[in-house]
């Protein structure tokens, strides 16, 4: 099964639950400045795990440029 990016926020996400029924029972103040926590680390998630536009398609163009840039030389 891959890990994709929508999987792994959906994971992260989970992480409501708990935080939830804390700031329920508990503190509601801290509650809140945790489900804002939650919520920023699993985008910072799921934008880590998708693609990028042009993503290594350009690293290998560099290398060959390189390379041929390496025979001219010799």
Do not use: C, W
Request: glycine share 8%; no cysteine.
């Amino acid at each position: 099964m891959e890990l994709t990016p929508r999987l792994a926020g959906t994971v992260a996400l989970l992480a409501l639950l708990p935080v939830i029924i804390f700031g329920v029972t508990k503190n509601p103040l801290a509650g809140v400045v945790t489900v804002v926590n939650v919520l920023l680390i699993s985008t910072v998630i799921y934008l880590l795990m998708s693609p990028t536009e042009g993503g290594h398609d350009h690293d290998a163009g560099h290398d060959a440029d390189r390379d041929a840039d390496h025979e001219h030389t010799a």
